[in-house]
Nanobody, 120 residues
Framework: QVQLVESGGGLVQAGGSLRLSCAAS????????MGWYRQGPGKQREWVATINNGGTTNYADSVKGRFTISRDNAKNTVYLEMNSVKSEDTATYYCNAWIAYTDRPPSTHWGQGTQVTVSS
């Protein structure tokens, strides 16, 4: 059974920084694209950033220039470096990953979420 476990959330002041991590564990053949999404209070879940297994990154306009997504393929881990955070970044952050197996079709998995709260 594959699990994605996020960590690093917490309370941060506006203008500050925070680093989120998400580690995948279990019987994994290969991990493709990994990404971060977020869901703010009363809002729908929205895409934040994606990185493929070659290192190509894409960002939502709302975080471009402030957030950086990266990954460590040896550790099956994706990171989100959040800088110059704003109150509107307050949300539960979820990671996801496209995972291939040797004995079943590939599938996308989600973490349980980590809360980020930005205080003004």
């Amino acid at each position: 059974q594959v699990q994605l476990v996020e960590s690093g959330g917490g309370l941060v002041q506006a203008g500050g920084s925070l680093r989120l991590s998400c580690a995948a564990s279990g019987t994994i053949f290969r991990i493709g694209a990994m990404g971060w999404y977020r869901q703010g209070p009363g809002k729908q879940r929205e895409w934040v950033a994606t990185i493929n297994n070659g290192g190509t990154t894409n960002y939502a306009d709302s975080v471009k220039g402030r957030f950086t997504i990266s990954r460590d393929n040896a550790k099956n881990t994706v990171y989100l470096e959040m800088n110059s955070v704003k109150s509107e970044d307050t949300a539960t952050y979820y990671c996801n990953a496209w995972i291939a197996y040797t004995d079943r079709p590939p599938s996308t998995h989600w973490g349980q979420g980590t809360q980020v709260t930005v205080s003004s």
